[in-house]
Structure formats: C-alpha cells, structure tokens
C-alpha cells in the first residue's frame, strides 16, 4: 500500500479504545504535503462526545494498567520501542510526506522516540519513591510515588514523534493513562504510531484529531488529571488557566528564542557548524533553535564568513530527496515567517544569504536558509521566535555585553556558547537565564536522562529524566508503625508538666 493510499484510509478517522474508527464529525481539515502541495487526504475534528468516551476508556485501561507489576510494565515499554523501530520507514515517510523535514531527520526522530521508551521503560522501574529515617522508633517511613491517573497531551506539528515519546514515556512509565491531541498539520503520522500502543490495555493510549475545541475540552475535562502541551506562549497560557481552578498539573512548554554566542577563544569552524545546524535544523521549526547570534567583534567577521560558505552548501528540495532542509509546513508558517523576515530588513538588517525563496519551485512552501548581519538587540527578530530558517546576528564587545543581550528576553528555553574559556563555560552556565545549556557541544542534542524544559515565559515543568517521570505523578508519605504502639509522648492528655506555667 503506498502512503497516499494509507493516508486515504486513514482519513476522517480517530483512535479510540485500541482502535481505528471513523469519527462522527462533519467537520475536517484537509491535509496537504507541503513540499507539493498536493491533498494527503482529510482529518475529522473529532466531537466533543468522543473526547468524553476517551476519557472514560482511559479511566478503565489506567486502572489495569496502573495495578501491573513493574516488570511487566517494562516489558511493555520496551516493546513499544521495538515497534517504532520496526514501523520507522514507514512512520518516517509519513511525517515527510506530512510536515516537509528531510526523511533522515523524520527517521531520527523515529528512533529518538524509540529511545525515549527504552528509558522510561527502565527508570520508572527504579524511581518508586524511597524510604527515609523515621522520627519515632520501630516505625517505617516511606515515600511512594502514584500516578496522576489520565493525561491529556497537546502537540506541536515540528516533532509530533519525539514530543510524544518523551511525555507519554514518562506518563506511562508512571501509571498514568494518555490521550493526545497532535496538530492539525501532523494527525496521520500520530495516527499512524498508534501502531505501537494497539498491544496495550485497550483505551491506555488513544488519539483524538481536531482544532482548538477539542484541545479546550479536552483541558477542562474533570476526568483528566494532568496536561501536557507544547505550542505557543498564548496557547500555553490558556492552558494554565483553565488549569487553574482545578490545580490540575500542567507540563507547559511555551516556544523559546534561543541566544547563541560566539567568543573570540571558539574554535570557529566548529562554532560555524553548530550554529548553521542550530538555525535550520526542520527548517529552524525547532522551539530550542539558536534563533538570536551574538559574535564577539574580534571574530565577527571570521564567523559570518564561515556561515555564509556552509549556508550556501545546503541542499533545499523535497523531504524525500537527497536534502539537508525541507519546506516550512504549511503555507500560513511561511506567511508569518516572512512577514517578520521583511520587518527586520525594513528596521536595518542586512541580507548576506538567502532573504526570500528558493528558485527552482514553483510549488511547495520552500524558503532560504538566511543570514542577517546588522541586528540590533532591540529588532523585532532578535525579541520574538522566527521559527524560520533565519540566522539573525548581532555584534557584541564583551562577554558581559552578550550575557545581558542573552538574559534580556521573555524566553528561557535553551542557549548556546562557544568558548574555550573556562571562566566564560562557567559563567553562561551559572549567569544565562535557560532550562538548558549547550557549551561547545552538540547543539540540540537532547539525553534522554537529563530533563527537558524551560523558564520564563518558555514553559513551566520538565520532559525526560528522572524530572520528567515525575511530572507526572504525585508523591505519599506514609509512616507505619507495624507495633501499632501509642504514642503517649504526642497524644492526648497533655502532660501538666508541659502545660503554661502561669
């Protein structure tokens, strides 16, 4: 069966209760590979009622799952890895063919998601709480760690796989039940994964399509006990509103505007690639993409030379061809992307590579990989996410300069420096206002035990780690006292002894 085949079968259709099935709905959304703009085929905005029967599926799956032994559960987990790895030419062709990214980057994130379960699979197999010394002697005292109950998921078209690996690992590898609610842009891949979950309990993981009404209810629903969701700062807020009546817990991860600083101690082809990758990795729709560059004057020009000679090598066509960058995913990304593109050339910017599209498409939502030089710190561009393949570079005298340029923004997801100065790593790492770090290193490489997240206005609560496990779940100190001795020294009477003495 090709993929278009696939993609027509699966249109109109939501996952339900270990299940394929077609929704009620008359509404949809049409669907269109953005590197052709051709109809993939159609999603159904799933009703409010189908939202409601998730909820009580996954109330009764939550349960079974909830009581099986540890070891089973891992066996489980694993199992899901094994799946995706199985299923990733085809999951990997899907998200092509859905969202542009090249196919090596969809086959990655395939894997990345893999990995993901692997080390939930384990960890939550050894992060059940502990015991601590008790105050009163004989008694045990422990902390146990339970699972929030069901979790609603709320995702992003750039990484639909991934996001979901490492929030649903962790709510899974706690106890809990998941409901996701992807993108519009990205529903036939999330349709598609379900795949990997169909040996579960039936209603532990399912997958309602729809615009912003079914996320709403989704968030408001009384039997959803924990939310997670990535997407925009007012999208985010949203959430944490409706949340908040409840205190309902919420993983909220809120986009980010990432610094990237360049010192005249870096080893400067090694800055220059990580930088090019950092920008245009997913054609810069990555919510820790470097998307603001500070460069020391000493090696200012010495770094735009070396960008601007990598940035020009970069093939841009068709995920499934021989690319390094794909289109932006829908018609709407690029629109907005190039409206603020056009702003920050109308305040002053510069435009060494790239500025508009690419020739040789007459079709597709395709975009140059750009290179700004000019910026001010008070540009448009500089302030907000681009989430584009825009590389827009300010120059700065001194480390302290760059530091306060990094800190003066409502985002703090990610960050990056290149340096070879001791004093400057320890610096950024202690002084840079950010979730996350990158100091010479692999840039957007993420470990799947150390966590994910960001402050600020970037989000609140962390993916992966042992942090990650926790967000979703809660803990229970207990105190036992097996002796089931009075505790004459607490309890009633009060000894006149220690009464006021008046």
Not at 64 to 89: C, I, Q, Y
Request: with cysteine; proline share 4%.
């Amino acid at each position: 069966m090709t993929m278009q085949e696939t993609f027509k079968q699966l249109s109109g259709q939501i996952y339900l209760d270990g299940a394929l099935r077609k929704s009620a709905a008359s509404d949809g959304f049409v669907v269109v590979d953005p590197a052709t703009e051709d109809v993939n085929g159609e999603l159904a905005f799933a009703k409010i009622e189908e939202v409601d029967e998730a909820v009580a599926n996954a109330h009764h799956a939550q349960k079974v799952w909830d009581r099986m032994n540890g070891l089973k559960r891992s066996e489980e987990l694993h199992e899901v890895a094994h799946r995706f790895r199985e299923l990733s030419p085809k999951l990997a062709e899907a998200l092509t063919r859905e969202m542009g990214k090249p196919y090596k980057e969809s086959a990655d994130e395939v894997e990345w998601t893999a990995t993901a379960f692997d080390y939930y699979a384990e960890v939550a197999r050894h992060e059940g709480g502990r015991v601590v010394g008790p105050i009163v002697d004989g008694q045990m005292h422990v902390i146990t760690k339970h699972a929030l109950g069901t979790v609603g998921i709320i995702l992003p078209f750039n990484f639909p796989y991934v996001l979901f690996g490492w929030e649903a690992g962790g709510a899974l590898g706690a106890g809990n039940a998941v409901i996701l609610k992807p993108s519009e842009l990205t529903s036939f891949s999330s349709l598609m994964m379900m795949e990997c979950f169909d040996h579960l309990p039936k209603g532990l993981v399912q997958c309602i399509t729809g615009a912003v009404e079914v996320g709403k209810h989704l968030v408001g629903h009384d039997g959803v006990d924990g939310i997670a969701f990535t997407g925009s700062i007012g999208a985010g807020q949203a959430v944490a509103q409706a949340c908040a009546p409840t205190f309902k817990r919420a993983l909220i991860e809120a986009s980010g505007n990432d610094p990237f600083i360049v010192m005249p101690s870096a080893t400067m082809d090694v800055a220059a690639q990580g930088a090019v990758f950092s920008a245009y990795l997913n054609c810069g729709q990555v919510c820790a993409a470097a998307e603001r560059f500070y460069i020391h004057d000493d090696v200012h020009d010495s770094f735009v030379e070396e960008v601007t000679q990598l940035t020009r090598k970069l093939r841009i066509g068709n995920g499934l061809e021989r690319v390094d960058m794909g289109p932006m995913a829908a018609q709407r990304e690029r629109d907005r992307y190039e409206a603020m593109l056009a702003r920050a050339i109308e305040e002053g910017a510069k435009v060494v590579v790239g500025g508009g599209r690419p020739d040789g498409f007459n079709r597709g939502y395709f975009s140059d990989a750009t290179i700004l030089t000019e910026c001010r710190p008070d540009m448009e561009i500089m302030n907000n996410e681009s989430f584009g393949p825009v590389m827009p570079i300010c120059r700065v005298s001194s480390f302290d300069e760059a530091l306060e340029h990094a800190n003066n923004s409502k985002y703090a997801l990610g960050s990056f420096i290149y340096t070879n100065d001791l004093a400057e790593s320890m610096r950024a790492i202690n002084e840079i206002e950010a979730g996350m770090t990158w100091v010479n290193s692999s840039s957007l490489l993420d470990n799947d035990a150390g966590p994910f997240g960001g402050r600020k206005m970037s989000g609140t609560g962390r993916q992966l780690g042992a942090e990650g496990l926790d967000q979703f779940r809660h803990s229970k100190f207990s105190m036992i006292d097996h002796e089931n001795v009075p505790a004459d020294f607490w309890w009633f009477p009060y000894k006149d002894a220690e009464s006021y003495p008046g």
